[in-house]
Nanobody, 124 residues
């Protein structure tokens, strides 16, 4: 069964940190660009960041630049999202997604696989 499983969400105070993980099973992430997306009720899904399959180049949303860092460990078939200096407006369900694009460029426009999502709540 091909799937992505996110973990690491939870409740954190403003200014705190969380690290999300996205583990793939049933397929290898080596040839996929990986994106993290988030969504809150009543709003459109937002792409937070995308990392390319080949060069590791990244593309962050302006709202998270300098605070979030994506990384991938192909040996573990896992992608991570380190989130620092969290703000209440970062509260959302976070999803990882895999787009079969073998490129130096971070392209996450039509992911083939999506995880089930993990809730991140930033509140005092």
């Amino acid at each position: 069964q091909l799937q992505l499983v996110e973990s690491g969400g939870g409740l954190v105070q403003p200014g705190g940190s969380l690290r999300l993980s996205c583990a793939a099973s049933g397929f290898t992430l080596d040839y996929y660009a990986i994106g993290w997306f988030r969504q809150t009720p009543g709003k459109e899904r937002e792409k937070v960041v995308c990392i390319s399959s080949n060069s590791g180049s990244t593309n962050y949303a302006d709202s998270v630049k300098g605070r979030f860092t994506i990384s991938r460990n192909n040996a573990k078939n896992t992608v991570y999202l380190q989130m620092n200096s969290l703000k209440p407006e970062d509260t959302a369900v976070y999803y990882c997604a895999a787009d079969r694009v073998y490129s130096d460029y971070p392209i996450c426009e039509a992911p083939a696989y999506w995880g089930q999502g993990t809730q991140v709540t930033v509140s005092s």
